[in-house]
């Protein structure tokens, strides 16, 4: 069975190959010992943490086949970005050039470096290995994300993001980034991508350009893929779609990717899940639901084909499916249809 859980200290190797499989672009898995070993630390102790209200604890989840130990995947969210370190977006724009007395009216677009999205919660670090892509696995490792932030809601902002992996090369280069290190920069994509994944982010205040930039200066490589996501991506933001994401204009400052927001309310997932007693017996089948039991430290989430009555407070589930979340007769669940 595919379930979801905190990440362990005994997880790091898993953690590490992982890192090393996803690539550039995958900003928040740097394929450094001491950065992803902190980041265990600090998932250990946000899951073991009173909070009243969203501050810098990160939680990093896996996902483990539970019939052979493999653990598969990853998920995040972050409760507040940019309390600690700036957090960089570039805002697409338009300001308008016009002169009545010549009849002249231009609209151009521009891109301007901000910091909005400050104190917002965000989805991130979503990579599920290439062999375990298939049935309902990649959904369950994306949106059991929305069952722990409904169940959790004071741990989390109102709003919520996610940055989108933007177009690179199978170098690893980024078409956008590469105009802006002609001009601005001089280190290649892969090595400022990896500085911001290690918290080095002083570099981009130091030489990113303070004033906007217009689009049409831009070269044509670069314009294409503003907005646009690496292939790969495109299942992720098309089910984020599904949930009621947007982009309102930020894209990321190095590959030029989409972020897309939503506020967490109005997340179907979020709006739609239901808390739901447990009853152990012969679970029959039904629809596909994400479930997840109702603790903290101790999260377990999977998926499996449930009958759920609208009507009923109670869910019946098999004897495995219980074992796999911790939870026994009368304890409490989380479902949302997937």
Same mark, same amino acid.
């Given at each position: ?39 265990? #630390? !600090? &998932? ?14 990160? $939680?990093?989840f @896996?996902? *483990? ?33 016009? #002169? !009545? &007395? ?14 909005? $999205?400050?104190? @917002?919660? *965000?989805?991130c ?10 049935k ?38 980024s ?17 400022a ?35 646009k ?27 030029a ?8 309310e ?73």
């Amino acid at each position: 069975m595919m379930v979801i859980r905190p990440i362990r200290a005994d997880d790091y190797p898993a953690l590490y190959d992982i890192a090393v499989e996803s690539g550039h672009g995958f900003t928040s898995l740097p394929v450094n010992d001491e950065l992803l070993m902190r980041k265990i #630390s !600090r &998932s250990e102790h946000s899951f073991s943490k009173a909070v009243s209200q969203p501050g810098d604890e990160g $939680y990093l989840f @896996v996902l *483990e086949d539970t019939d052979t130990g493999e653990v598969c995947g990853t998920s995040a969210l972050e409760a507040a970005v940019g309390l600690d370190d700036a957090f960089y977006h570039y805002h697409l724009g338009k300001v308008v050039h016009s #002169s !009545r &007395s010549l009849g002249v009216y231009k609209t151009v677009d521009i891109l301007t470096l901000c910091n909005d $999205y400050t104190g @917002v919660s *965000e989805l991130c670090t979503l990579f599920l290995r290439e062999s375990r892509r298939e049935k309902n696995n990649g959904r369950l490792l994306s949106k059991m994300r929305f069952l722990f932030m409904a169940e959790f809601p004071q741990r989390f902002a109102d709003r919520v993001i996610a940055e989108m992996r933007g177009v690179s090369n199978s170098d690893g280069s980024s078409p956008f980034w590469q105009w802006l290190q002609e001009h601005f920069f001089s280190v290649d994509f892969p090595t400022a991508d990896y500085l911001t994944g290690i918290g080095q982010k002083v570099f981009i205040a130091e030489l990113m350009p303070k004033y906007p930039i217009y689009v049409s200066l831009l070269s044509r490589q670069a314009q294409a893929v503003i907005g646009k996501v690496h292939d790969k991506t495109k299942p992720a933001l098309a089910l984020l779609q599904s949930e009621g994401f947007s982009n309102r204009g930020y894209v990321d400052i190095f590959d030029a990717g989409p972020t897309v927001e939503a506020r967490v309310e109005h997340i179907r997932s979020v709006r739609n899940s239901r808390r739901l007693q447990v009853q152990i017996g012969q679970s029959k089948d039904g629809q596909p639901y994400l479930i997840s039991n109702t603790k903290l430290a101790d999260f377990r989430a999977t998926w499996q084909l449930l009958q759920v009555n609208e009507h009923s407070e109670q869910v019946t589930i098999g004897a495995d499916v219980a074992a796999a979340l911790h939870v026994n007769n009368g304890d409490w669940v989380r479902v949302t249809r997937i």
